[in-house]
């Protein structure tokens, strides 16, 4: 097969956004959605009224394609993601974008930029952005009667340069992330704005990220920075149960990869007392994978808990993050049928 690329420094590319030659849009207006609308701006044109930025109707979701080494383009569980989507609208009375106007959009834009698609073995891949707001005009806090549905890609590196590397964690009391009741099990930007505080201040104190704790008794784990949690003891990987979790993709999987390889799984609250039982813990999501945490810090009790003492990542965390991406990149079976190829 032969692929026109552009000419990337695919081994050094950061974890940001560069410009690729197509975006995707619909608009969802009097009761229904257009056809695609493909165009190569980088701008939207939004009503100084709109919803999304008075009254925070947005969504947003995020996916990866990766190149395989026979060539092809393929999606990981983009289906989860549309789901996910789908909840997420539903969470601040939004048009759900139906199933099939997600596939085709992701799928159009991954096409139309098949070129940014980095290689086989450069540890890239290409970072895909859906994104859902209310763009009618409303003044009263109300739903808006229009909605624009984008997405656009752009070629990432990955998470950790050189390989993976354990990160430090600060526990968080003062900023809440989410209520039990609120929108943190939807993925919209609010929960993400509502984070920053913490993040900036973990950051600032020399922290890789931050772990939230539940906002009604601050007494068990929540999310870590803008990821799920997991702790792994006696064979056992176990991640948090909570309303105010957002259920990610990449947890989801790891927990299907680590019941088949014989390692028991439990999904139930977490309390901070159980960090000392831990042999590894670490965070998950799209972008990393798999942070690995080399030691959680409190700093109102003084308590640190240390997992990573010779600096090297945990041998289950680094077993389920390589089968994980080996799957992802073609390199090991995909028995759970989660790779779409991309015909293009």
Not at 47 to 60: K, M, N, R
Not at 75 to 83: C, I, P, V
Not at 147 to 158: A, I, K, N
Not at 273 to 291: D, H
């Amino acid at each position: 097969m032969h692929v026109i690329m552009v000419n990337l420094d695919w081994n050094n590319l950061p974890f940001g956004y560069i410009k690729t030659d197509h975006n995707v849009r619909s608009y969802f207006r009097n009761g229904e959605w257009s056809k695609l609308e493909i165009t190569d701006s980088e701008h939207i044109n939004v009503h100084i009224a709109a919803t999304a930025l008075h009254y925070g109707q947005e969504s947003f979701e995020g996916l990866k394609a990766y190149r395989g080494r026979d060539g092809k383009v393929r999606l990981f569980r983009w289906d989860e993601n549309a789901k996910r989507m789908i909840s997420s609208a539903k969470g601040v009375i939004m048009e759900p974008v139906p199933m099939e106007l997600f596939r085709e959009a992701v799928f159009t834009a991954v096409r139309l930029n098949e070129k940014f698609v980095p290689p086989h073995g450069s540890g890239a891949s290409l970072y895909i952005r859906p994104l859902l707001f209310g763009s009618g005009a409303e003044v009263g806090v109300k739903p808006a009667a229009e909605y624009t549905f984008l997405v656009f890609v752009s070629p990432v590196g990955p998470y950790f340069k050189g390989g993976v590397k354990p990160v430090n964690m600060m526990i968080c009391r003062d900023v809440d992330r989410a209520a039990p009741l609120g929108t943190g099990n939807i993925k919209v930007g609010g929960n993400y704005a509502a984070s920053l505080r913490a993040i900036v201040k973990a950051r600032d104190g020399g922290y890789g990220n931050v772990l939230f704790l539940d906002a009604r008794e601050k007494k068990y784990i929540d999310e870590c920075g803008p990821a799920n949690f997991f702790g792994i003891k006696n064979n056992t990987y176990v991640t948090p149960l909570s309303s105010s979790i957002l259920p990610s993709i990449t947890n989801k999987s790891l927990i299907a990869i680590a019941d088949k390889m014989g390692i028991k799984t439990e999904r139930r609250p977490i309390p901070v007392e159980e960090l000392e039982e831990f042999e590894e813990t670490g965070a998950c999501g799209t972008a990393a994978v798999i942070s690995p945490i080399a030691k959680i810090v409190d700093p109102d009790t003084g308590k640190i808990y240390e997992y990573c003492k010779d600096g090297k990542p945990g041998p289950v965390s680094m077993k389920l993050f390589n089968k994980l991406i080996g799957i992802q990149y073609g390199d090991e079976p995909d028995e759970f049928g989660w790779m779409t190829v991309v015909e293009v």
